[in-house]
């Protein structure tokens, strides 16, 4: 019971420095997470927000740029002059000398009549009328169109920019196809990492520019439909079962939408390291913690049992002493009233046999009987001195004194207190002392209680049927004396072999154990300069070994 409450006391002590220290430990670490992260990943969003919106508003000013050049070329010529296609290949010529945005240029009169055409699809595009097109009748009316990336006559993926010019009555259009590997350069320059893409749709959801993964133009994207967004816009989505960030933004003019796409996983990889520091450092502080938490607990308790140890061990001695003190005192008294009366009655004794000695007495047909009968009287007084002198000396045993031991005799005591014990219980007290044993100053009677004890313990173990070997001998090395008592009992086993020294430590049955035998006798032996050890095995019996100094 009293090392269940060691037990208990050592968890409630362990986990309350945890609780203290683990616990503010882990909520100090997840709000500084917590908060980093968040921040964290708010900036990265700005940052894709950013990115969209320049990159949109590079697209925009590209347009622009493309409008007001080709407005400015209408502007200054004449229907005339571009409907020559002699002309109009200088004047293309000169437009693609500084950025090589056009791939081709036409003149397409009011009825859809393409005048002159400059570029790659001479022989396709020539001969077309444009009447029927959609991008026709937008121009007529807007002034200005761009179009969306169309297949067109030529079967192949562009866009173009259209502007109408009013000469005199008649109005006329010119027409150019721009270079979309410009538009897709902007783009491009928008895929981050590993996984990171981007690209443009246009208000149906269509893809203007080829994305880096899944889907071709004019195609639907691989991405959550963002073709209805009117502002830029962050956010994190799962798509197709997967985490993305998605940023977009305007391309006013066409009112396309730029989307961008990153893997989270790139993007936050900082802040995963972070994370995954944070934890090290966590787990780190909790070993620490844990190791000085058992560490400094351990010490403590073993303080604590040394103290209840030397508690116990002084109460029960004080008891002891006490006891002994009283028991001795009466002893004491009793020798001592009874030697008295002895005296008298040996003198008178010593008397009776000088008057035996007489003649007439000796003459007495009696003699015989009262010379036996004071012989008898004078016997059993020696028997009863014997015996009140044993009692004397008990008496002086009982106080505690340093005499010159043989510790050979202390066993011998020892062992003749309990030899009816055990041989009723057929144990065997074996003993191999040494003779040259040196005596040591020291009080026997405490001794005398350790091997008790000790000894005690044995005959328990063993129960019935059984040996103790019993056996000194002196270390000249050392200059101290070895003293082994061995059983051949069951032995304790590996867990409680450690525990047997503490204090109520007992496995004996309620009512036969105390659990103080050992740990009286540890505390005696240091005391007195000794040392007291314990080897046992399983099944095959204990030794108890204890050195005590000569000196
Ligand atoms: P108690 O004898 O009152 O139980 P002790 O302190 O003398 O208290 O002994 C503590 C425990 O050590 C015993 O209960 C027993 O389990 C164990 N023990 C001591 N000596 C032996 C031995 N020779 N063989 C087996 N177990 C032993």
């Given amino acids: 019971m009293e090392q269940g409450y060691y037990q208990k006391l050592w968890w409630e002590i362990i986990l309350t420095t945890l609780g203290f220290s683990v616990i503010p430990l882990f909520i100090l670490g997840a709000v500084i997470y917590q908060q980093f992260s968040a921040s964290y990943s708010a900036k990265v969003?700005?940052?894709m927000k950013t990115l969209a919106e320049n990159r949109s508003a590079s697209i925009d000013l590209f347009f622009d740029e493309r409008i007001s050049q080709l407005s400015g070329l209408a502007q200054t010529n004449s229907l005339a002059q571009l409907s020559n296609e002699d002309y109009l290949h200088k004047v293309f010529n000169i437009i693609q000398a500084?950025?090589?945005?056009?791939?081709?240029?036409?003149?397409?009169?009011?009825?859809?009549?393409?005048?002159?055409?400059?570029?790659?699809?001479?022989?396709?595009?020539?001969?077309?009328?444009?009447?029927?097109?959609?991008?026709?009748?937008?121009?007529?009316?807007?002034?200005?169109?761009?179009?969306?990336?169309?297949?067109?006559?030529?079967?192949?993926?562009?866009?173009?920019?259209?502007?109408?010019?009013?000469?005199?009555?008649?109005?006329?259009?010119?027409?150019?196809?721009?270079?979309?590997?410009?538009?897709?350069n902007i783009v491009r320059a928008a895929w981050i990492g590993k996984k990171g893409d981007a690209f443009i749709i246009n208000r149906h959801n269509i893809l203007q520019t080829s994305p880096r993964f899944g889907g071709a133009i004019l195609e639907a994207p691989n991405a959550p439909d963002f073709s209805k967004v009117t502002v830029p816009e962050a956010e994190d989505m799962t798509f197709n079962g997967e985490e993305m960030l998605f940023a977009t933004g305007i391309i006013k003019l066409k009112k396309w939408v730029l989307v961008i796409k990153e893997?989270?996983?790139?993007?936050?990889?900082?802040?995963?390291?972070?994370?995954?520091?944070?934890?090290?450092?966590?787990?780190?502080?909790?070993?620490?913690?844990?190791?000085?938490?058992?560490?400094?607990?351990?010490?403590?308790?073993?303080?604590?049992?040394?103290?209840?140890?030397?508690?116990?061990?002084?109460?029960?001695?004080?008891?002891?002493?006490?006891?002994?003190?009283?028991?001795?005192?009466?002893a004491a008294g009793i020798a001592h009233e009874i030697n008295n009366p002895l005296a008298v009655i040996g003198e008178k004794a010593g008397w009776i046999k000088d008057l035996l000695k007489m003649e007439d007495i000796s003459k007495s047909e009696n003699f015989q009987e009262y010379a036996d009968a004071v012989n008898k009287i004078e016997q059993h007084i020696n028997r009863a001195k014997t015996i009140t002198h044993r009692l004397l000396g008990f008496a002086r045993r009982m106080e505690p004194v340093t005499e010159r031991v043989n510790i050979n005799t202390v066993l011998d005591e020892s062992v003749s207190f309990l030899e009816n014990d055990a041989r009723y219980r057929n144990i065997d007290i074996q003993v191999d002392y040494a003779a040259d044993l040196p005596l040591i100053t020291s009080d026997p009677s405490q001794w005398q209680q350790v091997f008790l004890n000790i000894l005690n313990n044995a005959i328990d173990a063993i129960g019935k049927e059984g040996e103790i070997n019993i056996k000194s001998k002196h270390i000249a090395k050392n200059n101290e004396i070895r003293i082994e008592i061995n059983d051949n009992g069951p032995g304790i086993p590996k867990d409680v072999v450690t525990k047997i020294f503490d204090p109520f430590f007992t496995t004996k049955e309620v009512g036969k154990g105390t659990g103080l035998g050992l740990s009286i006798s540890y505390s005696i032996v240091e005391k007195l300069g000794g040392r007291m050890m314990v080897a046992s095995e399983d099944g095959k019996g204990t030794t108890f070994t204890i050195y005590l100094p000569v000196t």
């Fill in 263 to 330: 893997d989270p996983t790139d993007q936050l990889s900082p802040l995963l390291h972070a994370r995954f520091i944070m934890v090290l450092i966590f787990l780190g502080g909790v070993i620490l913690i844990i190791i000085g938490a058992v560490v400094t607990t351990r010490s403590m308790m073993k303080e604590l049992m040394i103290m209840d140890r030397k508690k116990a061990t002084s109460d029960e001695l004080m008891i002891q002493e006490s006891k002994m003190a009283a028991l001795g005192k009466m």
């Fill in 45 to 47: 969003m700005e940052n």
């Fill in 98 to 184: 500084r950025s090589k945005s056009y791939l081709d240029l036409g003149i397409i009169d009011q009825e859809g009549n393409h005048l002159a055409y400059v570029g790659p699809y001479h022989s396709i595009l020539k001969p077309v009328n444009f009447k029927n097109e959609d991008w026709f009748h937008a121009v007529l009316s807007t002034g200005v169109y761009v179009s969306d990336v169309f297949l067109g006559f030529r079967k192949l993926p562009h866009f173009i920019i259209a502007v109408m010019v009013r000469e005199k009555n008649q109005s006329w259009i010119l027409r150019a196809t721009i270079d979309s590997d410009i538009i897709e």
